[in-house]
Nanobody
Framework: VQLQASGGGLVQPGGSLRLSCVAS????????TAWFRQAPGKEREFVAG????????YYADSVKGRFTISKNSAKNTVYLQMNSMKLEDTAVYYC?????????????????WGQGTLVTVSS
């Protein structure tokens, strides 16, 4: 499976962006997709995840209440709606997919990765 992430850009504090992750190739409902992010000099961290079967969602505490992950199964696309953005949300955002319905919060469990999209929050 190949993942294509898009939607990054420059946004002011308090603003919004929506990221998209399109999956192509082999797809299955027995899968989970997650968004991770990596800021300069920091480890890659889990942001949000969603199970394709059932649509259960999971969030990091730092984004809970501000970010929303969702999916469009017909388009094989997962979205990350980011609202009330903060300076500390600045990072390269990656989408990742794993087979199996468990949403893990560590990157090592994901076998397929998108290319990353840069999100910059700045005034």
């Amino acid at each position: 499976v190949q993942l294509q992430a898009s939607g990054g850009g420059l946004v002011q504090p308090g603003g919004s962006l929506r990221l998209s992750c399109v999956a192509s190739g082999r797809t299955s409902n027995d899968a989970a997709t997650a968004w991770f992010r990596q800021a300069p000099g920091k480890e890659r961290e889990f942001v949000a995840g969603i199970r394709w079967s059932g649509g259960n969602t999971y969030y990091a505490d730092s984004v809970k209440g501000r970010f929303t992950i969702s999916k469009n199964s017909a388009k094989n696309t997962v979205y990350l709606q980011m609202n009330s953005m903060k300076l500390e949300d600045t990072a390269v955002y990656y989408c990742a997919l794993r087979w199996g319905s468990t949403v893990h919060r560590t990157a090592e469990y994901y076998g397929s990765w998108g290319q990353g999209t840069l999100v910059t929050v700045s005034s």
